[in-house]
């Protein structure tokens, strides 16, 4: 079946744009994460979702950073008034489900490269 | 404090030879998952294998072979007689608490020249 989708692939923007990343899990799937790959800062945890909920926030960086998922679906990563430290890669991954007696495996999608000029 | 050390940050070696990835995790919770995922120079993760803390048995997959070991807090990945193709950046990650996030470690770059 399809995997991890995300879009755009890559996004340039100026300094103080805001930007969407958008990501489509793999059907079924009711966990979702959003996760930034930096040189700087390896791969690090931004938020999760479990259906429509958001119970775990703790990664996003600053205020500006927000996420959002609908219908147990699609979710969408803004970033407002982008700075230059959030170039980066960012990935999504979703997972059958979590929380339980067992952790899911998570499958990751292609990522978008976001470059702030 | 949840932690995943990956100290080799570059290995070269040539085709045919065998290569292990080390793995060290810090975490005080007696139920966790490891994991291992590839990172081909196309940049998608890739996954290899997910091992829970109660598991301590070895795995091999064909060229592929996990060592666990919680005496060592370590989760090591040999690759048997590498290939070009292996080249890629692995990472492992650790798996704790409800909301099961990854803490990854730094990566560890191999390169398989022919």
């Known amino acids: 079946g399809a995997g991890v989708s995300q879009s755009p692939s890559n996004k340039v923007t100026e300094k103080g744009k805001d930007v969407e990343l958008r990501c489509d899990p793999i059907s079924g799937h009711t966990a979702l994460y959003w996760y930034r790959q930096s040189l700087g800062q390896g791969l690090e945890f931004l938020i999760y979702?479990?259906?429509?909920?958001?119970?775990?926030k703790s990664g996003l960086p600053s205020d500006r950073f927000s996420a959002e998922r609908t219908g147990g679906s699609v979710s969408t990563l803004t970033i407002q008034r982008t700075q230059q430290e959030d170039s980066a890669v960012y990935l999504c991954?979703?997972?059958?489900?979590?929380?339980?007696?067992?952790?899911?495996?998570?499958?990751f999608g292609p990522g978008t490269r976001l470059t702030v000029l | 404090a949840q932690k995943v050390t990956q100290a080799q940050t570059e290995i070269s070696v040539v085709e045919k030879e065998d290569v292990t990835l080390d793995c060290v995790y810090e975490t005080r919770d007696t139920t966790y998952y490891l994991f291992w995922y590839k990172q081909p120079p196309s940049g998608e993760l890739v996954f290899l294998i997910r091992?829970?803390?109660?598991?301590?048995q070895n795995e091999i997959s064909g060229r592929y072979s996990w060592n666990f070991q919680k005496s060592t807090s370590s989760f090591n990945f040999t690759i048997t007689a590498s290939q070009v193709v292996d080249s890629a950046v692995y990472f492992c990650?650790?798996?704790?608490?409800?909301?099961?996030?990854?803490?990854f470690g730094t990566g560890t770059r191999l390169q398989v020249f022919p």
């Open positions: 979702f479990q259906g429509n909920s958001a119970p775990d």
């Open positions: 991954a979703s997972s059958v489900t979590s929380g339980g007696s067992t952790t899911d495996t998570q499958y």
């Open positions: 091992r829970n803390s109660f598991d301590e």
């Open positions: 990650a650790l798996s704790v608490g409800n909301t099961d996030k990854l803490i």
